[in-house]
């Protein structure tokens, strides 16, 4: 079993829909991260969260300690939402390195 | 604030030869971490330098290897190339090591095709 879930794998949504997508993880962590991948291959880090809630725009990035779950919203989504999302955690056990899911592509049409 | 740079964006080498990728972390940040993304792999790490010195490594063999200056721009070597080796290479910087929670900012990435 990996050490970070996403769900779904794939996503695809109509402009306007609100969008969610998943996180589990197995690990102790210091921090959680949500990123953004564009087709071409550059990251954007979209949020880094340690507890509670964070909401940057139309992104809503939320995550749950005790049951190990981080989810990250998007409201009102728009064709330009269309890229792979990916959960990266910062684990203790691992000297603090990232580990990586697997991202989520999501396409949005308009 | 200019970004985190890499250069060459694009490369295409053929097996057994050599490769150098460079690396510029946004101005004032020492440390800087290279992973490799491949389709079957993801994102792996690969090393952390912070302040010249390589500070974690992850599971690659020896082949894969790094430097950073005293300017703080990392370059990442991988010698005998594989054909396994083709994967996108990112660089991300951050303030000081990881371990002390700063964000890391990633670069547009190298893309290397071996052939």
């Known amino acids: 079993k990996n050490e970070v879930e996403q769900s779904p794998q794939n996503l695809t949504a109509q402009e306007g829909e609100f969008i969610t997508i998943n996180c589990s993880y197995s690990?102790?962590?210091?921090?959680l991260h949500w990123l953004q991948q564009h087709p071409g291959g550059g990251i954007v880090s979209l949020f880094m969260?340690?507890?509670?809630?964070k909401k940057h725009g139309r992104l809503i990035a939320t995550i749950n300690i005790q049951e190990k779950h981080s989810s990250l919203h998007i409201t009102a989504s728009h064709p330009r939402d269309s890229a792979v999302y990916i959960c990266?955690?910062?684990?203790?056990?691992?000297?603090?390195?990232?580990?990586w899911g697997a991202g989520t592509k999501l396409i949005i049409k308009p | 604030k200019a970004g985190v740079t890499q250069t060459p964006r694009y490369l295409i080498k053929t097996r057994g030869q050599q490769v150098t990728l460079s690396c510029s972390p946004i101005?004032?940040?020492?440390?800087v971490s290279w992973y490799q993304q491949t389709p079957g792999q993801g994102l792996q790490f690969l090393f952390e330098?912070?302040?010249?010195?390589?500070?974690n490594k992850g599971n690659f063999p020896g082949r894969f290897s790094g430097r950073q200056f005293s300017n703080s721009r990392s370059e990442m070597n991988v010698s005998t190339l594989e054909l396994g080796d083709s994967a996108l290479y990112l660089c991300?910087?951050?303030?000081?090591?990881?371990?002390?929670?700063?964000?890391?900012?990633f670069g547009p990435g190298t893309r290397l095709t071996v052939t």
């Open positions: 991300a910087s951050s303030l000081a090591p990881v371990t002390q929670g700063y964000e890391q900012y």
């Open positions: 101005s004032g940040h020492r440390s």
């Open positions: 330098y912070f302040s010249e010195t390589q500070r």
């Open positions: 690990v102790g962590i210091s921090a």
């Open positions: 969260l340690s507890s509670g809630k």
């Open positions: 990266a955690v910062r684990s203790l056990d691992s000297n603090y390195q990232l580990i």
